[in-house]
């Protein structure tokens, strides 16, 4: 039986009286890259938040390989890598560290997890670094490690929340191909990003949601051409006649 990675059916946030994902439905397969797009504020963290069983929606029902966020949490924290908006790390450890930790927490078997930092740390470009203090970091190395974390326990579904945010052009390319990688491998990926052009590049599909609801579905060449835009942030501007910079 066909049965999605992901599953998000009329789903609905609210927090008091603001609408955070307005009726979200969508389906995400394994294998799959799925680019969640949109402006600041747009519901994006939300939709991670839920997926992740953080957070519990108003209304409608989304599922992880069959599991209900709401009814099933334990069976989906097993399975899923979160990396989450606001990284989380220990200051005073290494980065290095703070993997081998995450990694314990997980009970990844230690000859299993110092193979695979080794290879994680090298494929994401932090090598050089991995064993300064966390405290010392740039953003874009915190996310780094945080991307590495999230993944540690070779989970079916991932779910990265900006994971390239305030990063240079070198580390996002690092970045870039190691999310690739593992897409080859069948792991189902949610990325959240504000960052058209990066969508464009990466993803096989896209949905763009501004002010919770979802405004546009397909990949990136679809939209492009079903919009007549030369690019993902036109055809933004096209359905919603703003800016991806106005809208924040
Ligand atoms: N815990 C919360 N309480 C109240 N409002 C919230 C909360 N979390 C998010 N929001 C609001 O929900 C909307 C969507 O936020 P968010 O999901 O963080 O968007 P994005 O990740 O796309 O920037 C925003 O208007 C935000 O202010
Ligand atoms: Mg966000």
Same mark, same amino acid.
């Given at each position: 039986?066909?049965?999605? /990675? *992901?599953?998000?059916?009329? @789903?609905?946030?609210?927090?008091?009286? *603001? %609408?955070?994902? &307005? &009726? @979200?439905?969508?389906? =995400?397969g394994w294998g799959e890259l799925f680019g969640l797009l949109g402006p600041n504020g747009a519901g994006k963290t939300t939709v991670i938040n839920i997926l992740s069983t953080l957070l519990q929606p108003t209304n409608g029902v989304a599922t992880i390989a069959s599991h209900d966020v709401v009814y099933d949490a334990d069976a989906i924290r097993r399975i899923i890598g979160v990396c989450p908006q606001e990284p989380a790390f220990y200051k005073h450890l290494t980065g290095r560290e703070n993997i081998e930790l995450f990694g314990d927490l997980h009970e990844v078997p230690q000859n299993v997890l110092n193979e695979r930092i080794e290879t994680m740390l090298k494929k =994401?470009?932090?090598?050089?670094?991995?064993?300064?203090?966390?405290?010392?970091?740039s953003g874009g190395m915190i996310r780094r490690v945080s991307t590495v974390m999230s993944l540690i326990n070779?989970?079916? +579904?991932? @779910? @990265?929340?900006?994971? %390239? +945010?305030?990063? &240079?052009? +070198?580390?996002?390319?690092?970045?870039? &191909?190691? *999310?690739?990688?593992?897409?080859?491998?069948?792991? /189902?990926i949610i990325l959240t990003t504000h960052y058209m052009e990066e969508a464009e590049e990466l993803c096989d599909r896209v949905g763009i949601v501004d002010e919770g609801k979802l405004i546009a579905l397909g990949t990136p060449e679809e939209l492009m051409e079903e919009h007549s835009a030369k690019n993902l942030e036109e055809v933004f501007i096209k359905l919603t006649g703003k800016k991806l910079r106005e809208a924040v």
């Open positions: 039986m066909f049965e999605p /990675a *992901i599953m998000v059916e009329n @789903l609905t946030k609210r927090f008091g009286k *603001i %609408t955070a994902v &307005d &009726d @979200l439905s969508l389906e =995400i =994401i470009g932090l090598k050089e670094d991995a064993d300064r203090r966390a405290g010392q970091y070779n989970p079916k +579904v991932a @779910l @990265l929340d900006e994971p %390239t +945010v305030a990063m &240079d052009p +070198v580390s996002r390319r690092a970045v870039w &191909d190691f *999310i690739k990688e593992l897409k080859n491998n069948g792991m /189902a």
